[in-house]
């Protein structure tokens, strides 16, 4: 009778043995099988260019950041694919190299999942500004500050530390002091500076720094006058 197609689950790799009117007989050459590799890939700054499949070495095929390719009529036997072209925020689970058994007159499938994280942080920038405040009042809502790697992705792996200093200093004759927390560790890329006060009138910026970053200044905002006594300002 004729043998039905069966699906065959073996470690990662499906296999579905084709049917076949005759058993193989000893001596002669298997027939050939279908290998097919499927690539997800998933998190941030992922590779536009795609990735690289190559069999036994050699057999080397272009593959999307979320595609597959097939290798038809490939001999019975062990197979080994690699995926290679990852960008260096990018890693394969499991490893690049998957090996895999292509059944005779059958398919077979194994796949690779990507995961891209955000690179190391090179840049700094205010994503909550400081806003118009009283002499001596806490800014509010507390001024934030966000890592950024090199494609711009919040570097969620930043916990350094974070200084905050007054930039263009409004006071004029009497130049304002920054007081509160100056310097505070970012936590997954964020930096939150929550009690910042200035004890003089006038307009003013903020700069923020940390070693091997690039800085960064906030935008122009200002601090206002409690009570003028003769002219003077406090």
Do not use: M
Not at 102 to 114: C, D
Request: charged share 10%; glycine share 12%; proline share 6%.
């Amino acid at each position: 009778s004729r043998a039905r197609s069966r699906p065959v689950i073996g470690g990662s790799a499906a296999i579905s043995a084709r049917a076949s009117s005759s058993p193989i007989a000893p001596g002669n050459t298997p027939p050939p099988g279908d290998l097919t590799v499927t690539v997800s890939t998933s998190g941030v700054n992922l590779d536009p260019d795609g990735y690289t499949v190559t069999r036994a070495g050699t057999d080397a095929r272009a593959v999307a950041i979320n595609g597959s390719v097939t290798y038809a009529s490939v001999s019975a036997g062990s197979h080994t694919v690699v995926l290679s072209g990852l960008a260096a925020n990018c890693t394969a689970s499991g490893g690049n190299s998957r090996t895999v058994a292509v059944p005779a007159g059958g398919t077979v499938s194994t796949g690779f999942s990507v995961t891209c994280e955000p690179g190391p942080a090179t840049q700094l920038a205010f994503t909550v500004q400081p806003t118009n405040t009283k002499v001596n009042s806490t800014i509010q809502p507390p001024v934030q500050v966000t890592a950024y790697d090199a494609q711009g992705s919040r570097a969620t792996g930043f916990n350094g530390s974070v200084t905050i200093v007054i930039g263009r200093n409004g006071g004029g004759l009497l130049p304002g002091t920054l007081s509160g927390t100056r310097t505070v560790s970012a936590v997954n890329g964020v930096a939150t500076f929550s009690d910042l006060r200035i004890d003089r009138a006038g307009d003013y910026t903020l700069r923020v720094t940390s070693s091997g970053l690039t800085g960064a200044e906030s935008w122009t905002f200002a601090i206002q006058s409690l009570v003028c006594v003769l002219g003077v300002c406090l």
